[in-house]
C-alpha cells in the first residue's frame, strides 16, 4: 500500500477545497494545518527512497484519523461563529518614534557584541551550538532577555510595516528606516540562537499577518497572483535555508553532498519518518502524565527544583543528530497517551485555535491586537506536519515574550495611534 501517497492525496483535496470555498480566508487555523501537512508529506514521498520505507499503517491511521478529527471540529466552528462584521482595520500609517528604532538597534548591537565574544571565549561557533543544544548557557541571563525584547519588538515592528504596505499602499523604499531595522534584528536573534527558525516563523508571521490585514479591509487583489507570491517567497527560502547551514555551525561539508532541496526536503519529512519509526512503536511510554507534551512546565519545575532530579527532561528528543529531532504535532502525545491521547489533544487543540480565530480575530474590529497573537501563536500549526510547537507555547519564556508583545504594542500603537487621533 502506498499509505503516505494516498494521506498526501487527500490532504490536498482537502486544502484546495477549503481555499475555493473560504473565498480569500487563507488564515483560518485548518487552512494552515492542512497546508503544513501537505508540505510535510510532500517531502516525504520524495525522499521515500532515502528514508528506505512507506509510513505503516497504524501511522497513517492516525495521522488521517486526527486530521479529520481536526477538520471537523473548526469547520463546525466556523458555522457556529459566523462573520458579524466586517472587521475593518485602521488605516492609519502608523510611524515608530526614533527611540525605539535607535533603541532597538543598540539592543541588537549589544546581542550581536556580546555573542560574538561568548563564542570567542568558547573556542569555536561549532563549541557555542554544542552548548546551545544541550542548555549549557542557561545562566547567560542578562543575553535571554535581550533576546526576548528583540524577539517581541520585531513581531510588533513586522505588524506595523505591514500595515503601512498593505493599507497606507507605500512602497517598502518609503519604510525603508523601519525594513532595515527588523532585518538587523532578525540577523542579532539568528546569531545568538544560530537557528534559522527565528527567521522562517518571522516569514510566517509576516505572511499572515498580511492576510489578516488584507482580508478585513477593502485592498483588493488577484487571490491566485498572491498565492503565488507567497509561494515564489517560500521557495526562494530554500537557498537561503542551505547555504546559511555552514554559518550557524552545521557541517556544510555533508549537507553540501544533498543539494538545497534535497536538504529542505529532509528537513521537512523527518518529522513523518521519526513519528512512524520510533514512537509510534512505543506507545505511553512516558513515565510522569503529560511528560513529553508538556515538557516545557516539566522543564521550568526542574530548573525551579520543584521536582525531583531523577525526572527526565524531554523537551529535547536526542534520536537524531541530522535532520532535527522532530516528530509531528502528534508524537509527543502519542508518546504520552497513545492514540486515544492523540484524537484527545488534536480535538482540544482544534477546539481553541478555531474559538480564538472565528470568535475573537475574525469577528472582532476594535482590538488589533488578537490578530497580532493569532499570527504568533498559529505558527505552531504551521509546523505541525513537523514537531510539536504546541508544548513549547506552555513555556514561561513564550509567556514573557508574548507579554513584552503586547506591552510594546500597548506603548507603540494604541499610543500612537491616539495622539494622532487627538491632533
Sequence with gaps: MMYIEIYFLMQLIILITLIVLYRKDYIAPEVIYSASMVLSSFSYIQLKDYWGRDISKETFEVMLASSCIFIFITLVSRFFFKKTSNNSVSEYNIKISNIYLAGSFFLATINIIYTISFIGNVGSVLEYKELLSFKQLENVFIL???????????????????????LRHEK????????????????SVVVVSLSRQPFIEYLLYSIVIYFYLKNGSDVTGN?????FKVLLCCFLCVPFFY??????????????????????????????????????????????????????????????????????????????TEYGNTVTIFGRWYEDWGTSGVFIMISLIACFYSYFYYSNVRNNSDNKFYGILYAKIILALAWAGYDDRIAPLL?????????????????????????????
Design 144 to 166: 535571554k532577555q535581550l533576546n526576548k525584547i528583540i524577539l517581541a519588538y520585531v513581531y510588533i515592528a513586522i505588524y506595523i510595516l505591514v500595515n503601512n504596505v498593505v
Design 172 to 187: 517598502i523604499a518609503q519604510q525603508k528606516i523601519l525594513f532595515c531595522n527588523i532585518v538587523y534584528c532578525i540577523i
Design 223 to 227: 487571490s491566485v497572483l498572491t498565492i
Design 243 to 320: 547555504y546559511v547551514a555552514g554559518y550557524i555551525g552545521r557541517d556544510f561539508e555533508r549537507i553540501s553532498s544533498y543539494g538545497a532541496f534535497f536538504y529542505v526536503g529532509l528537513y521537512l519529512s523527518s518529522g513523518i519518518n521519526f513519528f512512524n519509526v520510533i514512537i509510534m512503536p512505543n506507545p505511553a511510554i512516558t513515565e510522569y502524565f503529560g511528560q513529553s507534551s508538556l515538557s516545557a512546565i516539566y522543564y521550568n519545575f526542574l530548573i525551579g527544583k520543584v521536582l525531583p532530579d531523577n525526572v527526565v527532561d524531554m523537551t529535547y528528543h536526542e534520536f537524531s
Design 395 to 423: 513555556s514561561v519564556n513564550i509567556f514573557s515574550i508574548l507579554f513584552l508583545m503586547y506591552l510594546m504594542y500597548i506603548l507603540i500603537v494604541i499610543k500612537k495611534i491616539k495622539i494622532r487621533m487627538k491632533v
